[in-house]
């Protein structure tokens, strides 16, 4: 049972380019949730999708970023016209449909450059 | 609005001393609280899960606490080693699943 997939693991932009940020769950889990660590600092709640829903936005910046959950498929953050600030890492974590003990399982990570 | 906080943010050490690690949170409606490590440049590892019911779990030499009413949990690292030198992170989950972080501390062991 493969963990959480993400790719890819490093990626460079220029300046206004787009990225697309990839995160696979593990298998039989359909709630996905995405974080973002800026250099030197913690890690920031994102957006939490199901299948086809988006549950809670309540991390995502109001402008450039979007993400999506489609039935098929993994899962995808966009980020439309990247800036310098958007350097980051980018992680993805998994659950199953219920909570159970809660235990989060994160993918490695894709870390991104814009240049 | 939940914060979670972390004391120190960094800690330094001889090798073989005990170490606590500090976390504190706002809002005590939490499922479970979760301590990780994170290697520099590298993904997270989880360490502990305390569910909001439980007082403490273990492993190896690790321990974490979790006193819900007052907002603290504390990790304890038994006989440190420069294997344990890294980024440990404290976070609380909501009941949706969201985790909300600490800013983590970050130790060094000296051999």
């Given at each position: 049972n493969a963990g959480v997939m993400q790719n890819p693991r490093h990626l460079v932009r220029r300046r206004g380019q787009e990225a697309r940020l990839r995160c696979s769950p593990m298998k039989g889990h359909s709630h996905v949730y995405w974080y973002r660590q800026l250099p030197e600092e913690g890690l920031k709640f994102m957006v939490y999708l199901q299948k086809e829903n988006i549950i809670d936005e309540s991390g995502m910046p109001k402008e450039r970023f979007s993400a999506e959950f489609p039935k098929e498929g993994p899962s995808i953050l966009r980020i439309q016209q990247v800036v310098r600030g958007d350097s980051a890492a980018y992680f993805c974590a998994s659950s199953p449909p219920r909570m159970g003990q809660g235990e989060a399982f994160f993918g490695q990570g894709t870390r991104l450059t814009v240049v | 609005k939940q914060e979670v906080t972390q004391i120190p943010a960094a800690l330094s050490v001889p090798e073989g001393e005990n170490l606590v690690l500090n976390c504190s949170f706002?809002?005590?409606?939490?499922y479970n609280l979760q301590w990780f490590r994170q290697d520099p440049g590298k993904g997270l590892t989880s360490l502990l899960l305390i569910q909001s019911s439980q007082r403490e779990q273990t492993s190896g030499r690790l321990n974490a606490s979790l006193d819900k009413s007052s907002g603290r949990s504390t990790l304890y690292i038994a006989a440190s080693q420069p294997g344990d030198s890294a980024t440990y992170l404290c976070a609380v989950m909501s009941n949706t699943g969201k985790l909300i972080f600490g800013q983590g501390t970050t130790l060094q062991v000296k051999p």
């Open positions: - | 706002t809002d005590s409606a939490i």
